[in-house]
């Protein structure tokens, strides 16, 4: 069965700096791309990050150069490494698979084959 938990959201200053964790198991990552949706209150759910296999990332403009998206493909991780962080970044994280991941979250879709339960992330003033 695929699963992707997702872990390391909390609280955290403005400024400051959070990694978030997701475990997959039940498929390949060479066959997939992996990345973050993040859905804040009030807000639809918005593409964060993506990366691929041979680790291509491409980054929502509202978090490019503050984030960075990595995979490990021996320990089937995926990493969220969020610094500088923002009120506005307060959400829920989520991880996703999908071969097509790329494409879908640079068009503005949140269509994945498989989605992680997400992770809180608030940022306080």
């Known amino acids: 069965e695929v699963q992707l938990v997702e872990s390391g959201g909390g609280l955290v200053q403005a400024g400051g700096s959070l990694r978030l964790s997701c475990a997959a198991s039940g498929f390949s990552f060479d066959r997939y791309s992996m990345g973050w949706f993040r859905q804040a209150p009030g807000k639809e759910r918005e593409g964060v990050s993506v990366?691929?296999?041979?680790?291509?990332?491409y980054y929502n403009s509202a978090v490019e150069g503050r984030f960075t998206i990595s995979i490990d493909k021996t320990k089937n991780m995926v990493y969220l490494q969020m610094n500088s962080l923002k009120p506005e970044d307060t959400a829920i994280y989520c991880c996703a698979a999908d071969p097509l991941l790329w494409p879908h979250m640079v068009s503005g879709s949140t269509i994945a084959d498989y989605w992680g339960q997400g992770t809180q992330v608030t940022v306080s003033s």
């Open positions: 990366i691929d296999s041979y680790n291509n990332a």
